[in-house]
């Protein structure tokens, strides 16, 4: 099988590439990423050294690029897309909209179209369970939960969802949606609650927390986010929706609590600051179908999946201490030049 990966060097797409790779030996795959600030070949270093020439490669590239993109699809004829590119941080998407429009609406329908041009037998498009908007204290998303988004990022998520949606629809290009809460575990970008937490903590910095802090979400390990694209890849059908979730809901301050106690820092580091406008209350997924289709729950439990992605950040100091001081950008181009003498 030969898969088109699009977001491969961001925090999912690379732990998707690495658990697709050793667990699936008849797989290749193609990265196309534009490398924006969350994307850090350093992910895939090893991989890059070991399956270079077999069943791995990289292409630099954007995927709202009109030329590239089709030219990919016909030179390399996939038999699927697993498509993760995203601007994908909703402080930024707050800020500033305009690459969430661009990347997450009109990169995502450029893929489509190429797929469709291209007659590509599969399309899993990830998207996110803040498409559905906020819930009160009760209740769970359903894949029925009509769409109700509430800040930039996730209106360019639903919008792209919208648009896979009608590629189904009026053209049978074979598209799954995949719809999933908060991940957490490796390679997360130390912009997102977790790795800031913690990074902010083994610095003995003040952690900001936004509002009350009372926010939920609904926290997954990564792999097991991972492990359900790969079932909705290989089982899902084609046209529907799937979601997934950990069914770990935590407050943001009970997260910011475990952070403290696991690191052993000092618990005054909490610091309450204004809120992010529009914040969403609360996430929670019911994934009934995923189970009952794809055969698939998530199988880590909160406390392990914390302690073990605590570990890896303490472990993996270098790759934080490249990221917050930027080193990353330029990784690749000594690597290569390492590599090439
Ligand atoms: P990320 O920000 O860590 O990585 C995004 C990757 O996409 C980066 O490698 C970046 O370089 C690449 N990219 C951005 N714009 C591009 C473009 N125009 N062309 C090619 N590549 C581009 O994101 P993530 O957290 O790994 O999320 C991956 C996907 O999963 C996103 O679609 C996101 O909406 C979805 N998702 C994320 C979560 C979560 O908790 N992080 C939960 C549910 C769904
Ligand atoms: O639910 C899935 C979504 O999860 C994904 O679609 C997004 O790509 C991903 O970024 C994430 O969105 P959130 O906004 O939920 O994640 P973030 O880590 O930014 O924030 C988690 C919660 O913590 C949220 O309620 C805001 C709060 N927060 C966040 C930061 C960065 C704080 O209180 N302080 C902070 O410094």
Redesign the pocket.
Known sequence: MQVLV?????????NFIHHMLATHPDLSIVN?????????RRNLAEIEASESERRYHFVH????DQALVPELMRRFAFDAVV???????VDRSINDPF?FI???VL?TQNLLEAARQAKIPRFVH?????VYGSLGPEGLFTEDTPLAPNSP?SAS?ASSDLLARAYFQTYGLPVLIT??????GPY??PE?LIPLAYLKASQGQAIPVYGDGLQVRDWIYVLD?CKGVEAALLRGHAGAVYNFGGDAERTNLEIVQTILRLTGANPELISFVTDRPGHDRRYAMAFERSTRDLGWTPQQSFEQGMAQTLSWYAANGAWLDEVQSGAYRQFMDTWYATRQT
């Open positions: 699009t977001g491969g060097c961001g925090f999912i797409g690379s196309l990423d534009k490398l924006t600030y969350a994307g850090n590239g954007d995927i709202c498509h993760f590119a995203a601007e994908s941080h690459p661009t990347t997450n990169g990830v998207s996110t369970d803040e990022y998520k719809r999933c809460s908060n991940n957490y997360q970008f997102k986010h």
